[in-house]
């Protein structure tokens, strides 16, 4: 089955600088890559999402890159601010015919220190 | 957007006592619903992944006759923890994937959290 590993596993960063979270996956059958947001006793939220044919998203201050041949992934928040502060978690998964279902990583506790 | 529900968002039972949680998708119809397992500042463990009209299909280690999930209808999937004991004590999280365009996306409910005295 998939494998996540996700790092860091917790980040400080001072209000204003950027912050990188990386995940590794194992399938390469996976096609689908969301990034959940979890603030504390809060269920995840969807941030962002990309799929296997896109390389790169952006959202405002979030960005999700997709390397497929490394088999790798990154979130990047930049001009981070306090409220950035939560659990963020990365996710793979295969979309289509068949079985789904998403395999997250353990989290990366963010800290924004104002 | 897609909005889940769940209820209810605390229990305390007894040990011994049985304790159902019904997760509900608000505005759109859920082909596929999952339960999963928070422990304490860890990851989101699936438990297991539920189609609607049939039998669930349960991860390694999970005990089915344990944890009981029923997905009746396209907005509606309950996991019933029967005897529950201190160690079921944790926070339940359902979520559910649309049927409809983003068919990839999970959208989570705010969870149950559990405790078993």
């Known amino acids: 089955g998939e494998n996540v590993e996700q790092h860091p596993s917790t980040l400080s960063v001072q209000e204003g600088d950027s912050a990188v979270i990386k995940c590794t996956y194992s399938d390469s059958a996976s096609n689908y890559f969301p990034w959940y947001k979890q603030e504390l006793g809060k269920r995840p939220q969807l941030i962002i999402d990309i799929r296997s044919n896109v390389g790169e998203k952006k959202d405002q201050r979030i960005a999700v890159t997709l390397n497929k041949t490394a088999k790798h992934f990154s979130l990047h928040i930049t001009e981070t601010q306090p409220e950035d502060s939560a659990v963020y978690f990365c996710a793979a998964g295969s979309s289509g015919a068949g079985s789904y279902q998403l395999t997250f990583g353990k989290g990366t506790k963010l800290s924004v220190i104002p | 957007g897609a909005v889940v529900s769940q209820h209810p968002s605390r229990v305390i039972c007894k040990s011994g006592t049985s304790v159902k949680i019904e997760c509900r998708s608000l505005d759109f119809q859920a082909t596929t619903m999952f339960w999963y397992r928070q422990f304490p500042k860890q990851s989101l463990m699936l438990m297991a992944t539920s189609n609607e009209g049939s039998k669930a299909t349960y991860e390694q280690g999970v005990e089915k006759d344990k944890f009981l999930i029923n997905h009746a209808s396209l907005t509606l999937s309950t996991l019933t923890v029967t005897s529950a004991h201190p160690e079921d004590s944790s926070f339940y999280i359902c979520?559910?994937?649309?049927?409809?365009?983003?068919?990839?996306?999970?959208?989570f409910g705010p969870g149950t959290r559990l405790t078993v005295l």
């Open positions: 979520s559910a994937k649309s049927a409809g365009r983003y068919t990839d996306t999970q959208y």
